[in-house]
């Protein structure tokens, strides 16, 4: 049988991100499935200060310059968890800049 991966989405955790309720809706897709919580850091991406004010989006904007992590960095760590053999699974990965450690 392949491995199955779930796809990964970008959105806040919720009270509803309980293992339990994930745990269940995830039964069903087989006992093969793997699911990895990633957890990024401040990420250099177009979206940083999209909707702040200018003098918010400005910060931020210079922050990202001086200590935001490449997007390759969080695919990285998504790659890593993809590679392990099957019956392996990577529970939960934070990647984050050293200086937000």
Known sequence: MPRRHA???RRPATAE???????LSFTALGPDLRV????????DTEG???????EAAAALA???EEIAMPP??????VG????????????????RPTIQS
């Open 7 to 9: 796809v990964p989405t």
């Open 17 to 23: 991100d309980q293992p339990s309720k994930i745990d």
């Open 36 to 43: 990895t919580l990633v957890s990024p850091g401040f990420t």
């Open 48 to 54: 940083v200060g999209k909707g702040a004010s200018p």
């Open 62 to 64: 210079r922050q990202r």
């Open 72 to 77: 390759s960095a969080v695919a990285a760590a």
């Open 80 to 95: 890593y968890a993809i590679a392990q053999p099957a019956g392996i699974d990577i529970s939960e990965i934070v990647v």
